[in-house]
């Protein structure tokens, strides 16, 4: 059954590759739990800060990062985590940490590297934190002076294959005035 054996490792947590100028690292994800109907009246009872494309991750505090129009993942750091289900005020929640790969991308060239997989020039914001990234949906949001990249589990290796792969473009340079 050796014939089987064709494919690259599998990405678990505390692997890390180099690229050019930058490092991605797999990490575990964090407590997570998507949040589907009325996000407003989620947010009210559940205080976090909301992040889109690009927003800043901070290291510690509830984030609820908007996927869709009435779609959100939160991640829960403090306080108590909703029951599962759904609620009467009109929003469900499930908890998802296990459908998820985090990659962390550092190194003076990462922003250069996300500009390379991201489908649209996104980086100064959209509502939304999903876009297509190396054709995979992806959730992309600063941390610090790099990047984390989130995709559904089931997708990593190919999202991994495709970040690893030798640059075969020039990266578009952008003016920020």
Do not use: Y
């Not at 976090?48 to 129009?69: D, K």
């Not at 990234?133 to 949001?141: K, R, S, T």
């Amino acid at each position: 059954m050796t014939e089987r054996n064709w494919t690259d490792a599998i990405p678990r947590p505390g692997m890390s590759l180099k690229l050019d100028g930058a490092e991605v690292g797999v990490a575990e994800p964090p407590p997570l739990w998507q949040i589907a109907g009325n996000i407003a009246a989620f947010a009210e009872g559940h205080p976090s800060v909301e992040l889109g494309f690009g927003g800043e991750l901070g290291a510690l505090g509830n984030a609820l990062i908007r996927i869709g129009r009435d779609r959100a993942l939160w991640r829960h750091d403090n306080g108590m985590p909703p029951h599962s289900g759904w609620n009467a005020d009109g929003w469900a929640a499930l908890p998802v940490s296990d459908n998820w790969m985090v990659f962390i991308l550092t190194g003076p060239k990462a922003e250069d590297h996300i500009r390379r997989f991201a489908a649209l020039d996104l980086i100064d914001g959209s509502p939304s934190a999903v876009a297509s990234f190396a054709d995979h949906n992806a959730v992309v949001l600063r941390q610090g002076a790099g990047w984390q990249i989130w995709c559904p589990a089931p997708e990593a290796w190919g999202l991994l294959s495709i970040i690893q792969s030798p640059c075969t473009g020039r990266v578009p340079e952008t003016k920020r005035t």
